[in-house]
Structures are given as C-alpha cells and as structure tokens.
C-alpha cells in the first residue's frame, strides 16, 4: 500500500480519498511539522501533501527516495525546489482555479476596508469611544469611479478587475502579456508598472514570488503613488518592501494599505506594521471558505492518487 504523509490536517473529504487507498500519517500540530520531522517522515512515502508552510528544499527532496508526487494545498508553488523535483522524476501539482473567486473577494474586502477605515471604527466604537455623529469622523477614500490598478493579470487579478465593474472603476493592468479578453470585459488598458502606479487610486498585488517579484513595491514605487492611494496585497509578502511600506503610509505619501500576507510568516506581534493604524491585515486567508477549502483538499487528493495510480493529474506544475 502506498504511504503519504499530509503536513497539516485539511478538510475531511480529502483525508478520506487519501485513506481509501493509502497508508496515510497526518502531522496534527497547529504549526508547519519542524524540519527534523520532514526529514524523517518523506524517508518512507511515496505522496506527499504539503502547505506553502511547508519548504521543501533539495535537502528534503533528496531524503525521499522513494517519493513520487508533491500535491501542494495552495495555488502558490514557491515553498518547493520544483527543479529539483523534476530531476528526481517527482511530479508536483497545486490547486489553480478553484480559489480564484474566494481570494478576489477578499481582495475587495480588504480594500473597502481600508478604503474606509473600517477595522479604525469598529475598534473605536466598541471601546467607547464614540459620542456623536461628527463631521470629520473617519473620513475615508471614494471607491466609486476611481481608477483600479492590477499588478499581476492572472486568474486572480483578472477577477478582482471584474469586480471593479460594479463601482464603475477604470481598470489599468500590468502584465508580461497582454489579455485581450479582460480589456474587452472590463475595459481595462495595459500601462507599465510606472504609470499604473501614478494613475490609480487603488493597487491590487497578484504576482507570483519569483526573483524578479522580490521587492517589486519598494520606496520608489510607493512614491509614484498617489497621497490618497490604496494598496492591498493577496499575492506573497515578500514582494512589497514592509519597512517602505510603513515609512510611507507613516509620512502619508500614500493613504492606507490591507495586507493579507506578509514577508515573514506569521509576522511577528512586535512589527511597527502592526502599530499603524492605516494598515487592515489579516492571517493569510485569501482562499478560506468552507466550500473553497473543502475543493482544495479534493484536488490535491485527487491528484496525489493519480500520480501513484501511475495516471495523469488534473493539475501537475512539473
């Protein structure tokens, strides 16, 4: 019988494929499972279920001999050495599509949220705090008409530009390539980065991590950036510079920011970014649905059992 080991507890239905037909061991910690621990369990399994928690380096890779597949729970596939996975013949797959519609809605959430200092007032109202209607109470940033910026024109970001159709936004985008069928949809216009920073009221980030992505928001491009921007990140932490990031929203060059994922994670409780009141964050949950988590768990099931039934997986990234 096949044995894989699952590096965190995922939603039943997929732990139940996998135990139909595998000899299945789950790390049932609340934290990614310590390197020691990886080490020791890929010595012995032929699949493996990871989280982008999970790096799985050559180091890894190369104490699993008998390993075959890496089914990874996340869209993202930066948490594992794929080159060294396609030299030893290990087939690796990820969950795209299914999480699209999820994480754009959270896009839009942080982004009205910031937009309108939502998590401020809540905070203040329940404190006590508030003691009439005021004038200048809260004020915030128009939504409506203003113009979205998109950084990354992928499934994601594409799906966040659609929903600006509902608030009567201009769309621009930045892309390696040009999407004919979201111009035509939305409208949207292709600019470089440069001028879709100095022309949009708000910046959705949905580029993959990659070394040119490392620092793609730094001091410089917050500059270009209106005083009234908004910037929301759902992409991967590392690709905004967090220390310019809260130097500029500190000396107000730009308006706010909401965060869902950061460069380190967790971010440590003592980071400045969590003292600034013009940041919204939120514990990396792009994708947490029941129902988008429940197809994520089938797909990486689904997969893992193709490979090992020596069939061709849905979603393979080697």
Not at 8 to 21: D, F, Q, S, V
Not at 261 to 272: G, H, K, L, Q, T
Request: proline content about 6%; aromatic content about 6%; charged content about 25%.
């Amino acid at each position: 019988m096949f044995k894989v080991f699952v590096t965190r507890r995922i939603p039943a239905e997929g732990l139940e494929m996998l135990r139909e037909k595998c000899q299945v061991r789950v790390w049932e910690g609340e934290t990614p499972p310590p390197r020691e621990v990886l080490l020791e369990e890929i010595k012995g399994v032929h699949g493996l279920l990871t989280l982008l928690t999970d790096p799985i380096d050559r180091e890894i890779l190369e104490a699993g001999s008998h390993l075959k597949v890496i089914a990874n729970y996340a869209v993202g596939y930066d948490n594992i050495d794929v080159d060294q996975a396609r030299q030893q013949g290990i087939v690796v797959t990820n969950t795209p599509g299914v999480l699209t519609e999820t994480t754009a809605d959270l896009a839009w959430g942080l982004l009205l949220a910031a937009a309108r200092s939502l998590v401020k007032a809540d905070q203040y109202t329940r404190a006590g705090h508030w003691k009439s209607w005021g004038p200048q109470l809260f004020l915030g940033q128009d939504v409506q008409g203003q113009t979205l910026g998109i950084i990354g024109a992928g499934r994601i970001g594409q799906a966040v530009a659609r929903r600006g159709l509902g608030f009567d936004m201009d769309i621009l985008y930045y892309s390696r390539n040009p999407k004919p069928e979201l111009e035509k949809e939305t409208g949207a216009r292709k600019v470089e980065l440069d001028e879709l920073l100095q022309e949009s009221d708000f910046v959705s980030l949905h580029v993959p991590l990659t070394p040119a992505t490392e620092n793609l928001i730094g001091a410089r491009e917050l500059e270009l950036m209106k005083k009234n921007a908004v910037l929301i990140n759902t992409a991967r932490g590392p690709v905004v510079d967090q220390e310019a990031l809260n130097q500029a929203l500190l000396q107000e060059k730009i308006f706010a920011a909401g965060l869902d994922v950061f460069a380190r994670e967790p971010i440590d409780a003592s980071d400045p970014l969590l003292e600034n009141p013009r940041v919204v964050v939120a514990p990396h949950i792009g994708s947490a649905s029941f129902a988008t988590r429940e197809k994520m768990a089938r797909m990486v099931a689904e997969d893992l059992l193709a490979v090992l039934q020596g069939k061709t997986p849905k979603n393979p990234v080697t």
